[in-house]
């Protein structure tokens, strides 16, 4: 999340809350299992670009 953070001038706190907020939605998915440096993707957005 620090580089998102860093990426949109927010704090680490409100990056990983906006992508939690975001994936409770089910827009993204966390790809990576890990903990930290964390990946995300939108299937919907890889699904599309597979075609």
Request: charge should be neutral.
């Amino acid at each position: 999340m620090s580089s998102a953070a860093q990426r949109h001038g927010v704090s680490f706190v409100a990056a990983n809350n906006a992508v939690a907020r975001v994936v409770e939605l089910g827009l993204l998915v966390e790809i990576t299992g890990r903990i930290q440096d964390r990946v995300f993707q939108c299937d919907e957005v890889v699904r599309i670009l597979e075609r």
